[in-house]
């Protein structure tokens, strides 16, 4: 028996049953069947019940031991085919050559037919970028990227002072309106003149914006086509240099001044594990969670470490609909790398709305209509324009991180276990969160409260750190946690808890012996 003659067999298919008058007379049915059988076994027995006019009550239970039939047949039959194979492979019996060519044969009608897909753009543009930034050509794309920055920075200073005037105008407008009213102006005059001022505004908004997305998208654009040019000229000529790379003219930039580092800060080296410790650094940071994000982009250099296992991410608080992510008020350079913000934004919205909201009406939540995330959820966006390449979305509630006291178990803390996992999978070395898990403090916010907080999620993400760490994956290198600004008198304080709470490398040492101790003086 070769493996051809085994290709298909057929099997007898039988069934009884009593004929209505008389239970001891059974009919008796035989049906061959393909096994495999390539077809539905519903629509075999609805033929079989037209054929042989069987009656329609005995529909399900032929459909069943048909089933059972076939599935017990085609089992049966790959066993034998198996093993079948196996002897004929051990006695040499198999002709291994035609084999090999009846499946190159049938590889080949599917590559004929199938749709022809090679590496994206994505991938085409990622592997020529990190080429390019290993070249000599470095310092000219860094210049290339600064003159883009300073482009989009100044258009959105004119954009910031062009509604600054206008702003100023209209209230000085209203003012006088205001001033004259049951004189020579009426309620009316004035609900009209603020409709109006709205409408200008909004449109002065519009156009401002459209010349960004113009600007960014021609930028875009234009970074991309030089880019493999540069690769082309790169692979053809292997010494080139920035004097002759094909944007040359960008070579007599002069590199934009950095901003001086104003931020309040501490930072420590720490041990986590029992057996096999590892080494970690924490910072202590005064700062907004959004000024972490923020980045003078004219200074360029970011996107060099994209490709490489040193990300750096940032978590920051939000509600609960991707598109109120707080880094939309953050103004940005064009991102030549990924998709816009906004982009990203509205295609995590369409992806979760779905799935969430099945999950929040499974369980009762009313909240089910009015967001698709709830507290504890986390969504990413990737960025090459801001000072973090991935920021991590915790979805909370700001009301109740505001006025409830925190459990480890509560949904926002379990939040950060998410985001340090993910981070430690996906080569993230760098992580920043909000220590007290709020942009803002306002009056509610006592001292005490604040290192009650602060306690409760460093102990918690020294947890998360330790389970992150036993997973596997890359190692989290860099931890900073930010407080916000009207925290700075607290800062010292905070500080201070952690060495209470990780075991911190100092240096050693060594006692003085009792005759050696020094005496106090009198």
Not at 136 to 159: F, G
Not at 178 to 186: A, D, K, P
């Amino acid at each position: 028996m070769t493996a051809t003659e085994l290709e298909n067999a057929t099997k007898t298919f039988k069934f009884s049953f009593p004929t209505c008058t008389n239970e001891d007379l059974l009919f008796k049915l035989e049906v061959p069947v393909e096994i495999p059988y390539p077809g539905s076994t519903r629509e075999l027995v609805q033929r079989i019940l037209k054929m042989f006019h069987i009656p329609v009550y005995l529909e399900d239970e032929l459909n069943e031991k048909l089933a059972d039939f076939v599935s017990e047949e085609t089992r049966n039959f790959h066993h034998n085919r198996d093993a079948t194979l196996i002897d004929q492979l051990k006695n040499n019996e198999l002709d291994l050559e035609g084999i090999i060519k009846n499946w190159e044969k049938q590889f080949k009608n599917v590559v004929d037919f199938a749709e022809q897909k090679g590496s994206s753009d994505e991938e085409v543009f990622a592997a020529a970028y990190h080429k390019l930034v290993h070249s000599p050509a470095l310092e000219t794309i860094l210049q290339v990227e600064s003159a883009y920055a300073k482009t989009v920075m100044d258009m959105i200073q004119n954009r910031d002072d062009d509604i600054r005037k206008l702003t100023k105008r209209q209230t000085e407008e209203m003012e006088e309106k205001i001033r004259l009213l049951n004189t020579s102006t009426t309620e009316e005059e004035i609900n009209t003149l603020a409709a109006k001022h709205f409408e200008a505004q909004s449109l002065a908004t519009g156009r401002w914006d459209s010349q960004l997305d113009a600007l960014k998208h021609t930028q875009r654009a234009e970074h991309r086509t030089w880019l493999m040019n540069a690769i082309n000229e790169y692979q053809t000529e292997e010494k080139i240099t920035p004097s002759n790379s094909p944007l040359c003219s960008y070579a007599s930039l002069p590199p934009a001044p950095a901003a001086p580092a104003t931020l309040l800060e501490e930072s420590f080296t720490i041990h986590l594990g029992s057996q096999l410790k590892q080494t970690h650094n924490i910072r202590l940071v005064c700062a907004d969670m959004l000024d972490l994000c923020a980045r003078d982009r004219t200074d360029g250099g970011l996107s060099l470490s994209l490709y490489s296992s040193e990300l750096s991410g940032a978590v920051v608080v939000c509600e609960g609909r991707p598109s109120r992510s707080p880094l939309t008020s953050l103004p940005r350079v064009t991102d030549h790398h990924f998709p816009d913000l906004h982009d990203q934004l509205r295609r995590i919205e369409e992806a979760v709305a779905d799935p969430a909201e099945t999950r929040n009406r499974s369980r009762g939540e009313r909240e089910s209509r009015r967001r698709a995330l709830r507290a504890g959820d986390v969504f990413v966006t990737r960025h090459s324009n801001l000072s973090q390449h991935v920021v991590f979305h915790l979805v909370a509630d700001e009301d109740e991180l505001r006025s409830a006291e925190l459990s480890s178990r509560h949904r926002a803390v379990l939040g950060l276990r998410e985001v340090l996992l993910a981070a430690q999978r996906n080569d993230v070395a760098s992580v920043a969160l909000p220590l007290l898990l709020r942009r803002e403090l306002g009056e509610d916010a006592t001292a005490a409260w604040c290192l009650r907080r602060a306690e409760l999620v460093l102990k918690c993400v020294k947890g998360f750190v330790l389970e992150a760490s036993a997973a596997g994956g890359a190692r989290l290198k860099t931890l900073t946690a930010a407080v916000p600004r009207e925290a700075r008198a607290l800062f010292p304080a905070l500080a201070a808890l952690l060495p209470a709470v990780f075991r911190v490398a100092g240096p050693l040492r060594p006692r003085l012996p009792s005759h050696e101790a020094p005496r106090p003086r009198v």
